[in-house]
């Protein structure tokens, strides 16, 4: 087997493959909401990992759970600060920060980080972290 370096790419396709990322989350957003068990499953890579804001990690059969049971989650919270960043035409990785609603009922603001990757034409979550960053000026 031989390896291939991830192609570089131009601003260009920066921008292009960064919409396919923004396209990709609405995507899951709408697999969430229409708690599509099978899609999910298909959209999470196989060693998907996330990190609470608590630092309790989930593997992918864990988050898939709490996405289908309505867990208060950075997949489908209003976000801000978007940042979408193009190392390679493969992996897209994604910061921002939402309002989540916490175990003690407080809305705190989240800064979060997901990573996407590709595997032909299809897009993964491949890991997602959260970090609290204080109690919310908005509301979820």
Not at 116 to 125: L, P
């Amino acid at each position: 087997v031989t390896a291939h370096p991830p192609a570089i790419v131009s601003e260009a396709q920066r921008k292009l493959i960064s919409e396919e990322v923004e396209a990709f989350r609405r995507e899951v957003a709408a697999a969430i909401k229409a708690k599509d068990a099978k899609r999910l499953q298909r959209m999470y890579a196989p060693s998907f990992v996330h990190t609470h804001t608590s630092g309790k990690t989930d593997d992918k059969k864990a988050r898939i759970a709490a996405l289908l049971k309505g867990d208060p989650v950075i997949e489908t919270a209003p976000v801000s600060d978007l940042v979408i960043r193009i190392p390679n035409d493969w992996v897209g990785i994604a910061t921002a920060v939402s309002p989540i609603k916490s175990d003690d009922g407080k809305i705190y603001d989240a800064r979060w980080t997901s990573v996407d990757t590709r595997e032909g034409q299809s897009w993964h979550v491949a890991a997602s972290h959260g970090t609290r960053d204080g109690e919310s000026k908005r509301s979820q």
